[in-house]
């Protein structure tokens, strides 16, 4: 009798473990296809503003500095990198270098809002002093309207993978099961993305305008 | 360094294309080019950094 209790007991954990792993697997998929429908959504948000920029600009485009230009596109790239060795280390279960790759991933993000809103934006005149506004003319207000659009987001994934890196370090993950962790890292991606095609449209497209 | 070496190839073969990207952009001021090289980005970091095939995965892990 003991014995068939005992072994009825195992084969229900049992059940509840497959059943457990399913749910998460579900969950997983469902949580997957959620995020990449909000990617879609904002896609048409950053879509609408690279329209208006080649309505409004045409073949042209503002005089930014191409250096200035250059730096933030790289920083944003090695972001890029250090936050796909968060996300790969978590995989893992390297947490210490989870930890590490996560913070260069938020001080590469601040640096590129920094860079953003001294020299794009020449909110600092006494550090570099910028000539456009966003109600002085049409470059003015798209410059603003994608580098300030962008920026919201570069802040808003900064925010949320140091709650992903407090949340690792109370243990809230494991190598199986680190959705919070994914999830930031493919924003953080998307974020470069969209930087992508704002950097040409921004930088490289059309002759500068005196 | 083994479960890292795709994305460190990506990364290198992204600032590859950001260079060409910039020198092409002072030869030329084409859109289409431009873009074109913006596209290529895209899928790379859309294919390996943000994983999309995992939507179809039909175990849906890691």
Same mark, same amino acid.
């Given at each position: 009798?003991?014995?068939?209790?005992?072994? *009825?007991?195992?084969?229900?954990?049992?059940?509840?473990?497959?059943?457990?792993? !399913?749910?998460?697997?579900?969950?997983?998929?469902?949580?997957?296809?959620?995020?990449?429908?909000?990617?879609?959504? !904002?896609?048409?948000?950053? =879509?609408?503003?690279?329209?208006?920029?080649?309505?409004?600009?045409?073949?042209?485009?503002? !005089?930014?500095?191409?250096?200035?230009?250059?730096?933030?596109?790289?920083?944003?790239?090695?972001?890029?990198?250090?936050?796909?060795? $968060?996300?790969?280390? $978590?995989?893992?279960?390297?947490?210490?270098?989870?930890?590490?790759?996560?913070?260069?991933?938020?001080?590469?993000? *601040?640096?590129?809002?920094?860079?953003?809103?001294?020299?794009?934006?020449?909110?600092?005149?006494?550090?570099?002093?910028?000539?456009?506004?966003?109600?002085?003319?049409?470059?003015?207000?798209?410059?603003?309207?994608?580098?300030?659009?962008?920026?919201?987001?570069? *802040?808003?994934?900064?925010?949320? #993978?140091? #709650?992903?890196?407090?949340?690792?370090?109370?243990?809230?993950?494991?190598? !199986?099961?680190?959705? =919070?962790?994914?999830?930031?890292?493919?924003?953080?991606?998307?974020?470069?993305?969209?930087?992508?095609?704002?950097?040409?449209?921004?930088?490289?497209?059309?002759?500068?305008?005196? | 360094? @083994?479960?890292? %070496?795709? @994305?460190?190839?990506?990364?290198?073969?992204? +600032? +590859?294309?950001?260079?060409?990207?910039?020198?092409?952009?002072? +030869?030329? /001021? %084409?859109?289409?080019?431009?873009?074109?090289?913006?596209?290529?980005? +895209?899928?790379?970091?859309?294919?390996?950094?943000? /994983?999309?095939?995992?939507?179809? %995965?039909?175990?849906? @892990? /890691?």
């Amino acid at each position: 009798m003991a014995v068939a209790t005992k072994s *009825l007991h195992g084969a229900v954990a049992a059940h509840d473990d497959h059943a457990g792993h !399913e749910d998460y697997a579900t969950r997983l998929r469902l949580n997957r296809l959620g995020m990449w429908l909000f990617f879609i959504s !904002e896609a048409f948000l950053f =879509g609408a503003l690279l329209a208006t920029r080649f309505y409004l600009w045409g073949d042209t485009r503002p !005089e930014l500095d191409q250096m200035v230009g250059l730096i933030v596109t790289s920083v944003l790239l090695l972001s890029s990198a250090s936050m796909y060795v $968060a996300d790969t280390a $978590a995989e893992h279960g390297q947490w210490r270098v989870f930890s590490v790759a996560a913070w260069t991933t938020m001080i590469l993000g *601040l640096v590129f809002f920094l860079g953003v809103v001294i020299f794009e934006w020449g909110l600092f005149p006494q550090i570099y002093e910028g000539h456009l506004t966003p109600w002085g003319d049409k470059y003015g207000a798209v410059v603003f309207a994608m580098t300030g659009m962008h920026a919201l987001h570069v *802040l808003s994934g900064i925010v949320l #993978i140091f #709650i992903m890196w407090r949340l690792a370090r109370k243990k809230h993950f494991t190598p !199986e099961k680190h959705w =919070g962790i994914e999830a930031a890292a493919i924003y953080w991606h998307y974020v470069d993305l969209v930087w992508i095609f704002f950097y040409p449209a921004l930088y490289l497209i059309g002759t500068a305008h005196h | 360094m @083994g479960h890292y %070496s795709t @994305g460190i190839i990506i990364i290198l073969v992204l +600032a +590859a294309l950001t260079v060409v990207e910039f020198y092409v952009a002072l +030869a030329t /001021h %084409s859109a289409v080019f431009l873009l074109l090289i913006a596209a290529l980005k +895209a899928i790379l970091v859309i294919w390996f950094f943000m /994983h999309v095939k995992r939507l179809w %995965s039909a175990e849906g @892990g /890691h």
